[in-house]
């Protein structure tokens, strides 16, 4: 049951609102479809809180640490995912932009966002 609510928490409105509105208004260069995104978006934040929960039992983590390990790992998985699929027709410096914007959205989403929705619920 801990594992679900972790999902639920993750793949809440909130948390993938901020996504949403930046793929649909500010990704000109995307390669992918807007409504697949929609369907990814929200299971992969669930996936990966029920990742970080599971890590942070095993290696006896605080929340605080929790969320910014998995910020880290999170966002680097989908930079690596996102290369390798070609989801954007970016060049380097464009690309560059991208993962720092990336790191720096999913550090405010693991660290703010979900991290409260956590102490509230």
């Known amino acids: 049951m801990k594992y679900l609510k972790q999902f639920i928490i993750g793949s809440s409105y909130p948390v993938f609102f901020s996504f949403y509105y930046s793929v649909k208004n500010s990704q000109p260069k995307k390669t992918y479809k807007y409504y697949n995104y929609t369907l990814a978006a929200p299971v992969w934040f669930g ?28 966002s680097l998985s989908i930079m690596i995912i996102a290369r390798k699929l070609k989801s954007y027709k970016f060049n380097s410096k464009e690309w560059r932009n991208y993962y720092i914007y990336i790191l720096l959205k999913y550090v405010i989403v ?11 619920m």
């Not at 996936?47 to 999170?74: D, P």
Request: zero cysteines; proline letters at 0%; charged letters at 15%.
């Open 110 to 120: 693991w660290n703010f966002v979900i991290l409260n929705i956590e102490k509230n």
């Open 47 to 74: 996936v990966w809180n029920i990742i970080s929960l599971m890590l942070a039992e095993k290696l006896n983590l605080t929340n605080n640490m929790r969320f910014i390990l998995i910020s880290i790992i999170s």
